[in-house]
């Protein structure tokens, strides 16, 4: 078991629990489908994609290493941790002491 210290307090810290709701999510038209007494698509395919999108969702969840231990701390205490191996190179670097890369950063610079 591994202990990684993140300051995500949610899952994002596994990003293959994202993806496997996303292919859970696929089967949402279906459901609704299903649900709601709308017949649109044939019996087969609405089956086989049903399987096909939880087989894949299947897929991504075997591969998650659930013997690891996310370990939520603040941004201060962090500074010193480790950081995630999992998480991409550019992600890490720092912009300005003390200030870590932001991915979801827009400029303002069209305020000018």
């Not at 996310?70 to 480790?82: H, K, M, N, R, S």
Request: proline share 5%; with cysteine; net charge negative.
């Amino acid at each position: 078991m591994s202990k990684i210290k993140t300051t995500e307090d949610g899952w994002g810290c596994v990003p293959e629990l994202k993806q496997a709701v996303r292919a859970i999510n696929q089967t949402n038209d279906m459901c609704y489908e299903i649900n709601n007494c709308v017949r649109s698509s044939g019996l087969e395919s609405l089956v086989n994609n049903m399987t096909a999108a939880l087989e894949h969702a299947i897929d991504i969840l075997e591969g998650i290493d659930y013997s690891d231990q996310f370990i939520t701390v603040d941004e201060e205490e962090d500074e010193d941790a480790p950081a995630d191996p999992r998480m991409p190179d550019w992600f890490k670097k720092k912009v300005l002491p003390g200030i870590k890369a932001d991915p979801f950063y827009k400029s303002d610079s069209y305020l000018d």
